[in-house]
């Protein structure tokens, strides 16, 4: 006692063996929502690539509308310039995921209207030939045409249809997008 005055002999804070505790349950936890995380992340990537697919067609096509030229869509490699059919790029991919331009010809030169890089962790598999617009109203030469939309690595929690997005285009060029797979009933 120090003048009289009696301190309270309670304790001012946590145990060590309390502390553990508590470091020992949020490591459970974060470990169990870690999947939930990745997979939402690959689920994001997936809706997000599939979107900027679908407002590039769309940009084309109102291009070759606006223009009154041919627009083309092709798959790029590094350098920005068009692959072949089949062709694989820098990742050793030969699908869309390696990124893609919008192109249109003026005086003979192909000049780029928008590029889109590559995003390896998608997968967009479709069409390997260049996909061109028309004028006057925008039609695409050729039939009727998809791209598929998925991880690229898929897990065990991210495989089926939820995982997956499907772009078609009609032969007026217009392009739509759907949940899942292209060739899942819808």
């Given at each position: 006692?120090?003048h009289?005055?009696?301190?309270?002999?309670?304790?001012?804070?946590?145990?060590?063996?309390?502390?553990?505790?508590?470091?020992?349950?949020?490591?459970?936890?974060?470990?169990?929502?870690?999947?939930?995380?990745?997979?939402?992340?690959?689920?994001?990537?997936?809706?997000?690539?599939?979107?900027?697919?679908?407002?590039?067609?769309?940009?084309?096509?109102?291009?070759?509308?606006?223009?009154?030229?041919?627009?083309?869509?092709?798959?790029?490699?590094?350098?920005?310039?068009?692959?072949?059919?089949?062709?694989a790029?820098?990742?050793?991919?030969?699908?869309?995921?390696?990124?893609?331009?919008?192109?249109?010809?003026?005086t003979?030169?192909?000049?780029?209207?928008?590029?889109?890089?590559?995003?390896?962790?998608?997968?967009?598999?479709?069409?390997?030939?260049?996909?061109?617009?028309?004028?006057?109203?925008?039609?695409?030469?050729?039939?009727?045409?998809?791209?598929?939309?998925?991880?690229?690595?898929?897990?065990?929690?991210?495989?089926?249809?939820?995982?997956?997005?499907?772009?078609?285009?009609?032969?007026?060029?217009?392009?739509?997008?759907?949940?899942?797979?292209?060739?899942?009933?819808?």
């Amino acid at each position: 006692m120090k003048h009289g005055v009696a301190l309270p002999r309670g304790r001012g804070g946590f145990t060590l063996i309390e502390t553990l505790v508590v470091v020992a349950l949020l490591a459970v936890i974060a470990v169990m929502a870690t999947p939930s995380l990745v997979a939402w992340h690959v689920r994001d990537q997936v809706d997000a690539r599939a979107r900027v697919l679908l407002s590039t067609l769309s940009y084309a096509r109102s291009e070759a509308v606006r223009r009154g030229a041919r627009v083309t869509v092709c798959r790029v490699d590094a350098s920005r310039r068009c692959l072949a059919s089949g062709q694989a790029c820098r990742a050793g991919v030969a699908d869309w995921s390696c990124g893609w331009a919008v192109m249109v010809e003026r005086t003979g030169t192909p000049m780029i209207l928008r590029a889109q890089a590559e995003l390896a962790a998608v997968s967009i598999a479709g069409t390997q030939t260049n996909l061109t617009f028309t004028p006057p109203a925008g039609q695409l030469i050729g039939s009727f045409r998809s791209f598929d939309i998925a991880p690229h690595f898929p897990s065990g929690a991210t495989q089926g249809e939820l995982w997956r997005r499907c772009i078609r285009i009609a032969a007026g060029g217009r392009p739509r997008i759907a949940d899942g797979a292209c060739g899942a009933a819808s």
